[in-house]
């Protein structure tokens, strides 16, 4: 085991947390799970598996991130969603690591799935995140929507191999729900800093993501999921300006979360 705190937020988990704490266990004896009031058993299954659960009202996906790492045994967080499975070369990589330098933040690689099929190429054939960092220097914002990790100027990015395989969605009709609820808290994201719907944004962005990652990012050869993923990704681009434009006063009232899982989050934002 490594000094690592493994910090997880959670809401209705319940079929895929298992195989994410099981992975996690063999990096740490330290796994700490933010549950959001979950109703299908995740926190029990967690505890089961060996996990400190601690239940958090819902203040945002960065913010509960915060709240999960407070509780860390450790200054050094990896931070993951429960449907995020390392893989033994990753876990490995983390064994080789010294950290003993707060000023280093780690890099991983992500292997993102549609229902049972890997991912290759597009957007989400090029996903990677920094995930591992020291919470001494380190912390999330606390945006609604496309939380980053806040990094000091001086800070040392390295790149671990090995990768996170993400099970980010089942069907067509989850990726629908995830991508419409994501561009409704970026719509209420871009009211608050009063950034405007201009013409280019609402008619010509979505179209230069549909062909971004469908033609350019080579999203065709992923075949009918490539051309699903590029089309959502454009409508999520075109949705979330109309609201902005149109029904600024919906995208006002406060949206429940939903898992932070998807690899739309963070291959939308424009």
């Known amino acids: 085991m490594i000094a690592v705190s493994v910090v997880i937020i959670t809401k209705n988990e319940a079929k895929v947390i298992a195989s994410c704490i099981n992975a996690a266990k063999l990096i740490t004896d330290d796994i700490i799970v933010a549950d959001n009031n979950s109703t299908d058993g995740t926190p029990e299954i967690a505890r089961k598996h060996g996990c400190r659960v601690y239940h958090e009202n819902w203040d945002g996906y960065g913010a509960n991130k915060n709240k999960g790492t407070a509780y860390a045994k450790y200054n050094w967080i990896l931070s993951i969603d429960a ?3 390392a893989d033994q070369e990753l876990i490995n990589a ?15 690689a992500f292997i ?13 054939g090029r996903d990677h995140h920094i995930r591992l960092f020291n919470r001494k220097l380190v912390r999330w914002s606390e945006s609604p929507v496309h939380e980053t990790l806040l990094l000091p100027q001086t800070v040392l990015i ?16 989850e990726f629908i729900s995830k991508a419409d609820h994501y561009a409704r808290l970026s719509a209420g994201k871009y009211l608050m800093s009063n950034k405007k719907p201009t013409f280019l944004k609402l008619y010509i962005a979505p179209v230069f993501h549909f062909v971004k990652n469908y033609i350019v990012f080579l ?8 051309f699903n993923i590029a089309k959502m990704i454009s409508r999520h681009t075109w949705l979330k ?3 902005l434009k149109y029904q600024p006063e919906a995208i006002c009232r406060k949206a ?5 899982n998807l690899a739309v989050e963070y291959s939308m934002e424009s």
Not at 94 to 108: E, Q, R, T
């Open 112 to 124: 993102s799935y549609y229902g049972d099929k890997q991912i290759r190429f597009g957007s989400w």
């Open 83 to 85: 449907d995020e499975i």
């Open 219 to 226: 999203g065709f050869l992923d075949g009918r999921e490539g």
């Open 158 to 173: 390295k790149k671990l191999s090995g990768h996170l395989h993400h099970y980010s969605v089942k069907d067509s009709n």
């Open 241 to 243: 300006y109309r609201l």
């Open 256 to 260: 429940p979360p939903v898992k932070d």
């Open 94 to 108: 983390l064994h080789g690591i010294k950290l003993d330098d707060p000023g280093v933040v780690y890099d991983i």
